[in-house]
């Protein structure tokens, strides 16, 4: 339980302080905003994608070739967490921001909340994040019995390499789209929740269509290899997201709140799978899947929505630009 306190502190610091201290950084050193986009989908494509392959081929080679044990790649990660330590303590330089802007924890808190409130955009964010997320914390969970429902011998690790592959062709992907000044990520993402709501339809489509296998064992069966298709295509949509709602954050949220404010919407994040795990087994699991699925095509709807209201501000200028010229 204490491991879990302290893995919630590190997971609130990897997804909020990593991401403010490079936005900030960006823009103190005068580089083009543009270069975010490319920073981020770098970062997916090789830490989320690249790094987690190796990590789990060296990972299964300390168990099972060197047969250090279950444990030894958890103490591996730790070396290499005390090396990431070291490398930012002695090369990264502190970013506080504003001296005279320094709060309490509570006032920080307190403007955070504020922000989300009185911004729509902020809000429609937020609820974006968790909907995407929660659904694909939920699909971690639900992936190995939806592939091998009669106990099928599935290979875990190859599928979990193909999966990450599917993640970084997705990142690539969205490297392309932001660099296309033409094209907005509020546009494309739509689509990207759309196709991801109907990948993880399979599963439940595929119970209808498909003839249920009641041999137990063997291999991976018709419909799961369907699915697994279906899944690696939700995977590529998830390496498109990261990077995406990363360049949305930037733009979006405000400076003096970005760390608050992130942190906040994994409040309702960490609540919502929570609730979704606590009763995982109170529900078929097509019914997990089709709950998923609607969680993404609001993520869609909402997503429209963010489009349409950052397009006001636009128009309203050109309204102006076109009075002052007539």
């Not at 902020?122 to 939920?138: D, H, K, N, P, V």
């Not at 109907?198 to 489509?205: D, E, N, V, Y």
């Not at 590529?236 to 709140?257: D, H, L, N, T």
């Amino acid at each position: 339980m204490l491991g879990r306190i302290l893995g919630g502190i590190a997971t609130s610091l990897l997804f909020s302080a990593f991401e403010s201290w490079l936005v900030a950084e960006h823009f103190k050193r005068g580089f083009d905003q543009q270069w975010l986009s490319l920073t981020f989908s770098k970062a997916i494509f090789l830490g989320n994608g690249l790094v987690a392959i190796l990590s789990g081929l060296f990972g299964n080679v300390l168990v099972d070739t060197l047969a250090l044990g279950p444990v030894a790649p958890f103490d591996a990660a730790s070396c290499f967490l005390a090396i990431g330590m070291a490398i930012i303590l002695s090369s990264w330089s502190e970013n506080f921001g504003d001296p005279s802007e320094n709060k309490d924890l509570l006032t920080q808190f307190r403007g955070a909340a504020v922000a989300i409130a009185s911004d729509e955009k902020i809000a429609l964010l937020g609820a974006i994040q968790s909907l995407f997320e929660g659904s694909m914390y939920t699909f971690v969970f639900l992936w190995t019995p939806a592939l091998s429902p009669n106990d099928e011998e599935i290979p875990h690790g190859f599928i979990f390499a193909t999966f990450m592959l599917a993640s970084m062709l997705g990142s690539s992907l969205a490297s392309r789209l932001m660099a296309r000044s033409s094209l907005r990520v509020e546009s494309y993402m739509q689509i990207v929740f759309a196709v991801s709501s109907a990948a993880l339809m399979l599963p439940i489509l595929t119970t209808f269509l498909v003839a249920p296998s009641g041999v137990k064992g063997g291999s991976i069966s018709f419909s799961g290899c369907i699915q697994l298709l279906g899944f690696c295509a939700f995977e590529s949509c998830v390496g498109i997201f990261w990077p995406s709602i990363m360049k949305m954050r930037s733009q979006y949220i405000p400076e003096e709140a970005r760390s608050t404010i992130m942190n906040f919407f994994r409040i309702p994040l960490n609540i919502f799978v929570c609730v979704v795990l606590y009763n995982v087994d109170a529900f078929p699991i097509t019914v997990m899947f089709g709950m998923c699925s609607i969680f993404l095509l609001v993520a869609c709807i909402l997503q429209r929505r963010l489009m349409v209201i950052s397009d006001k501000p636009s128009k309203t200028l050109m309204l102006m630009i076109c009075f002052c010229l007539s």
